[in-house]
């Protein structure tokens, strides 16, 4: 009998302490991080420790944030690094005309690799993780045979935008902050962003309420397509060199883990925007705590699986 | 063709079966003889599909006792009241379309060779041979999906049939058939009868019924409402059976919240109407809630607004139909409507689908409540989903306000026509979202510039009609999943009264949800229609059908098989629709039990021949 009682009122906790896990739990997990290393780690936090974690990070910030979008419509872009890879690629390619036109070109080029993988999903109905699985696969072919190896380049103007700081913080990391606030945006408060959600959450239910589901499902691929390219713009600005051979080598698993550590569900109807941001700053942080620490590479994998599992259980739980 | 002086091969006793909120079987008992067709008929969540289930051992019943050849049985699996010779053919054909025909008739009974290899030719050999039985002369080595509909169900029943079946239950097997591929269904069940097989056979076509079986068996509310011959039991009869009325004493006073006197009265108020959109919205907004009445339906809604009790109102004796002859009889403001009076906003001519819908007309006028009646699978919802452009068409086309519609659903809600889906879950509710936003959904667009969205406007949009309809539900943030049945609809019927339809296609909207919150959706029908919307009902509860539409079009088979108005709006006159025959059905049938035996041999051939003529028409060969 007194097993029963426990047990209701287990019952009776549960779901409220995965609702708060769900909602809170990366932010808990960052926080119990930073503490963890303000208190054990030597030197951690210096501003230049900060400033490299955070400029290390952007480039999976931008790319999950467009990943986020996709996922919340049940979809997934697997297309993003080759997307990087190619935005490398073209940015080189046209240098030459100036860094905003290449800059242009580039981010163009994301958002065509987008509509064709938007395009697949909505109007031809092929499932979004075999249409962007070819895209993958293809687009980096593509951008290896535009610019074969790594080429480095002197343009000042992109350097100092991969370089230079405002106020102390890298240009991409605030360029980063920016568009968070912008997809924040985006998912809250336009019309866009609700039917967004709603195509995600039922898509019988929202065709029948008149929204106009494939334009909107083709823009969400457009969108992961250009942030994506612009994080591969950004990459390459930082690095001075365009590597389309290995920039943004799996960092569609990576977008996925922080959109998933987040808490917005596989299963779409719901976006976290912030806290896919605090996903991959989580990840961000565990690897650096672990390296500073000197534990193996391998443990950090290990970690992150566990982390990855604890969160899809808790997203799980809800319904 | 009645045998009832041998024992059943399968026989369920008492069997009862509980589901969370539900008792789906209440002690049914059915018996299926050897060498009998027993239909099995009942209308949705009759139990027909859990007594099924329980016959084939997906489910196990909770109470009672299911019997297999004189000895109690339980069966674990499907796959164990397979092997015992319980058969069963769905709906939709479930084998692997992959594979070679000859594969799928003898999956996990391939003939084997040496080594346990599957030897081929015999296996073609034996799948050929099998086939030929059913009509089926096809290359057996071509993968399944290259043959038409009818063969695959061939082959499905072929499949079944051929596991030594005792029993094979055959759900709607012929939804998806030619009516020349029907025929030759309904020679292999003679053929199965006369062999001693036990076949139980659900169906909605009533025409069917009275052709291929003996014994009828009616479920209704998960109980046997009557169980005997066929041949005893006359068409109104079964479907007062089905639908549970009794055809002597059809109730004179109501249940639902619907005005008794609507269909024989202009649904025009003399002063007050005013198009619906805006000005209804706004008067929603303003109305003080009316108090919960329990009492008799004939008062309809406690504390009507004034222009409810307006004189126009209750012309007695008119029988006119509000689209036909009530013009005459009450003042008119058509300025005020937009649309004239008389003139439907929404015209549905000559919808047609394969299967589905043939030739469906549909027109609803202004203020007026169009019934949709018909047994399950008659082409209701079809029609509602064809008219808001969510079902692809063959033929036909949709006027609103005189305008074809173009194709999709944005279209015709832009034009003013909404459907409110018969599934809610599947159809309706984004589940993710709150209330707020699944109600803001369809309207969203409206409610922001330049695409981005007015908090205030959307508040504004909610507060009023969860206030109107009496939402109950702890904020409007809350996740509409959490809210019950009657609240989520209430929560739909919101989401679509807030972009302004002047035409509303309602399927089934009082199903499953509360006594309390059906009357409320019922009586707000009603009152939307006092304000001018047009409303296309749908109804499985004939009562609500009857006293809440002005008319009805009485469905069968897809087809307008009738049209009801004024004082012909009766359930009786409902059901006698449903059941007529018209004079070609008669002709046909009469024609058929002369010609029978000769029919099925040639149906049979002429299937064969088609049969061949598709498999040398494709080029595709599978290689087994």
């Not at chain 2, 025929?183 to 003679?190: A, K, N, P, Q, Y």
């Not at chain 2, 029609?383 to 194709?407: M, N, S």
């Not at chain 2, 832009?414 to 509710?429: C, F, Q, Y």
Request: aromatic content about 4%; proline content about 5%.
């Amino acid at each position: 009998m007194a097993e029963l009682t426990v047990r209701g009122r287990v019952a009776v906790l549960k779901p409220r302490v995965f609702a708060w896990v769900q909602d809170y739990g990366v932010y808990a997990a960052v926080l119990a991080l930073l503490l963890f290393n303000v208190l054990f780690t030597p030197h951690f936090l210096d501003a230049a420790n900060f400033r490299t974690q955070l400029v290390q990070v952007t480039p999976i910030v931008i790319v999950s944030l467009g990943m986020a979008l996709v996922i919340g419509t049940q979809g997934i872009d697997l297309s993003v690094g080759s997307v990087m890879a190619l935005a490398a690629a073209l940015v080189v390619l046209y240098l030459g005309y100036g860094w905003l036109p290449a800059l242009i070109v580039a981010v163009a080029g994301g958002a065509v690799v987008g509509a064709a993988g938007g395009a697949l999903v909505a109007y031809v109905g092929v499932q979004p993780i075999v249409a962007t699985l070819a895209l993958l696969v293809g687009v980096r072919g593509l951008a290896n045979v535009l610019v074969p190896q790594l080429v480095e380049f002197r343009n000042p103007d992109l350097i100092a935008l991969g370089s230079s700081s405002v106020a102390g913080i890298p240009v991409i990391v605030l360029i980063a902050a920016a568009l968070t606030v912008v997809v924040l945006f985006v998912v809250r408060r336009t019309t866009f962003g609700r039917q967004v959600v709603a195509i995600g959450g039922n898509r019988s239910a929202s065709e029948l309420s008149g929204l106009p589901v494939k334009r909107v499902l083709l823009t969400v691929y457009v969108i992961s397509g250009l942030l994506a390219a612009l994080a591969g713009v950004l990459a390459t600005a930082r690095l001075q060199a365009s590597d389309p051979t290995s920039l943004g080598l799996f960092i569609e698993l990576s977008a996925i883990t922080a959109v998933v550590v987040g808490g917005t569900p596989l299963t779409g109807g719901r976006i976290r925007v912030l806290s896919t941001v605090m996903g991959a700053l989580l990840m961000q942080l565990l690897s650096a705590t672990l390296i500073k620490h000197n534990l193996p590479q391998s443990w950090t994998q290990m970690v992150q699986a566990v982390i990855i599992l604890a969160a899809v259980y808790a997203t799980r739980e809800r319904r | 063709m009645r045998r009832t002086d041998l024992e059943p091969v399968l026989e369920a006793r008492a069997v009862s079966k509980r589901f969370p909120g539900v008792l789906a079987l209440d002690g049914v008992s059915l018996a299926l003889r050897p060498g009998e067709v027993h239909a099995l008929v009942g209308e949705n969540g009759a139990g027909k599909s859990t007594l099924i289930k329980v016959f084939t051992g997906v489910y196990r019943p909770d109470g009672g006792e299911l019997r297999y050849q004189r000895a109690p049985a339980v069966f674990g699996t499907p796959m164990e009241a397979q092997r015992a010779g319980i058969s069963t053919i769905y709906q939709e054909v479930n084998l692997v379309p992959m594979m070679s025909v000859a594969r799928n008739l003898l999956l996990g009974r391939e003939p084997r060779g040496r080594f346990g290899v599957i030897d081929a030719a015999a296996m073609h050999g034996e799948a050929q041979r099998v086939l030929a039985g059913y009509g089926v002369a096809t290359d057996v080595r071509r993968p399944l999906r290259t043959l038409g509909v009818g063969a695959q169900q061939m082959v499905a029943l072929a499949r079944a049939v051929s596991v030594d079946a005792r029993v094979v239950i055959m759900d709607e097997p012929t939804s998806s058939l030619e009516p020349r591929e029907v025929e030759t269904l309904f020679g292999v069940i003679r053929r199965l009868r006369d062999a001693g097989i036990a076949v139980m056979y659900v169906s909605h076509r009533l025409d069917e019924l009275y052709r291929v079986c003996d014994q009828v068996t009616v479920l209704r509310d998960g109980r046997v409402a009557h169980s005997g011959p066929l041949a005893e039991v006359e068409r109104l009869r079964l479907i007062s059976l089905m639908l549970g009325r009794d055809l002597n004493e059809v109730r004179t006073g109501g249940l639902t919240r619907f005005s008794r006197t609507r269909h024989r009265t202009t649904t025009l108020t003399s002063t007050t109407s005013s198009p619906p959109g805006p000005a209804a919205s706004a008067r929603l907004a303003t109305q003080e809630e009316p108090a919960a009445s329990e009492g008799p339906a004939v008062s309809a809604r406690s504390g009507p607004p004034p222009r409810l009790a307006a004189s126009a109102r209750a012309v007695p004796g008119s029988g006119a139909s509000v689209s036909g002859g009530a013009s005459t009889d009450a003042p008119l403001e058509s300025d005020e409507l937009g649309v004239g009076v008389g003139a439907p906003v929404v015209e549905a001519r000559g919808l047609t689908r394969r299967h589905v819908l043939d030739g469906v007309d549909v027109a609803i006028a202004p203020g007026e409540v169009v019934g949709l009646g018909g047994l399950l699978g008659a082409g209701r919802t079809e029609t509602a989903k064809a008219i808001v452009g969510a079902l692809p068409l063959d033929g036909g086309h949709v006027l609103v306000a005189g305008r074809q519609l173009r194709k999709g659903t944005k279209a015709a809600i832009r034009a003013g026509v909404s459907l409110l889906p018969e599934d809610r879950k599947a159809e309706g509710i984004i589940p993710t979202l709150s209330v707020r936003e699944n109600i803001a959904l369809a309207a969203l667009p409206s409610l922001g510039t330049a695409g981005v969205v007015s908090d205030a406007k959307i508040d504004r949009v909610v507060e009023i009609f969860m206030r109107r309809l009496r939402i109950k539900a702890a904020s409007p943030h809350q996740l509409v999943s959490e809210l019950s049945g009657g609240n989520q609809q209430k929560v739909l019927l919101a989401r679509w009264l807030a972009v302004r339809p002047k035409v509303l296609l309602l399927d089934e909207p009082t199903r499953g949800i509360d006594v309390g919150a059906k009357a409320e959706v019922q009586a707000l029908i009603d009152e939307l229609a006092e304000e001018g919307l047009g409303v296309l009902l749908i109804s499985s509860d004939l009562e609500e059908l009857v006293e809440g539409a002005d008319r009805i079009l009485v469905l069968r088979e897809g087809a307008v098989v009738g049209e009801l108005s004024g004082d012909e709006v009766t359930e009786e006159r409902i059901m006698a629709t449903i059941a007529e025959h018209t004079a070609v059905d008669q002709a046909l049938a009469d024609q058929e039990t002369a010609v029978q035996v000769a029919a099925d041999e040639v149906a049979v051939g002429r299937a064969a021949d088609d049969q061949l003529a598709v498999g040398q028409a494709g080029e595709e060969r599978g290689d087994g």
